[in-house]
């Protein structure tokens, strides 16, 4: 017979049971929903923020819903030493982490304007920076493991802008660009790196201004007719994660009712 197609050994790697995840953000919200559904799945995870009460409270909830190991961590990501004592730490414990989910981030409705130079370069630091920080502190090991997955939180305030949201989605699109350059520089050592770009949440981020009534009412205008659970986005975290998803790096998916549309 004539030369054809040659099938490839493909080997679909994704989280196990009682691999590790980072998960930053994690003392509520998005975070903790996220937390909470690898625990569900058996897996070990690192929770990352910086309120005590509100870590320590998750990590509860996470040995309580199956989790393999639980470690709650206070940490800055937005400060370097915070966030190498805290890879110290998973690394010490567990090894090389097969998932980081860098969820944490900050927002504000400050015009341009109004917005001093310094509160400009936090929202950078934390939004954009931080990002950069986890992946160099967890990265090295997890390129010597061969292994792993990095999920980003972007927005899609990236895409369409907002009014007295400018700082916000400018650090976002730098989530986007940052998951695309990393995931081409790391996919030579079997690292995938997606985002998401989620809608408006039940979480603390967007009731900041408003109150449960208004933001329920917004999601009469997103055509499928709510506001996202963080359990939503919690699916989409554990599906790029997964096995199911080892064909994908470099991408952005949004997540958001349809509020926005991604080619």
């Known amino acids: 017979m004539g030369g054809g197609f040659m099938p490839q050994n493909i080997e679909r790697d994704g989280l196990k049971k009682d691999d590790a995840v980072v998960v930053t953000g994690a003392a509520q919200g998005l975070g903790r929903g996220i937390a909470l559904r690898l625990a569900e799945g058996g897996a070990r995870v690192a929770l990352w923020d910086v309120k005590q009460d509100g870590v320590e409270e998750a990590a509860a909830l996470c040995r309580e819903a199956g989790a393999a190991d639980v470690m709650a961590c206070i940490v800055d990501i937005g400060d370097e030493a915070s966030v190498r004592a805290g890879a110290h730490a998973v690394l010490e414990a567990w090894g090389a982490p097969y998932g980081l989910v860098n969820n944490a981030g900050i927002f504000s409705r400050l015009t341009v304007l109004e917005m001093n130079l310094k509160a400009w370069d936090r929202m950078l630091r934390v ?64 690292i995938r790196v997606n985002a998401i770009m989620p809608g408006v949440a039940e979480t603390a981020m967007p009731l900041e201004g408003t109150n449960l009534e208004e933001l329920y009412s917004r999601g009469s205008r997103i055509p499928l007719g709510r506001i996202a659970q963080p359990e939503d986005l919690a699916a989409v975290v554990a599906f790029l994660l997964s096995r199911d998803s080892a064909y994908m790096t470099g991408q952005a998916l949004g997540v958001n009712g349809g509020a926005l549309t991604v080619p």
């Open 127 to 190: 939004n954009v920076t931080g990002g950069f920080l986890c992946a160099k502190a967890l990265g090295p090991a997890m390129i010597k493991a061969g292994r792993g997955a990095i999920v980003n939180f972007a927005s899609g305030r990236a895409l369409s802008g907002a009014a007295e949201a400018v700082s916000y989605g400018t650090t976002k699109g730098g989530v986007l660009a940052f998951t695309k350059g990393l995931a081409m520089e790391w996919a030579p050592y079997g």
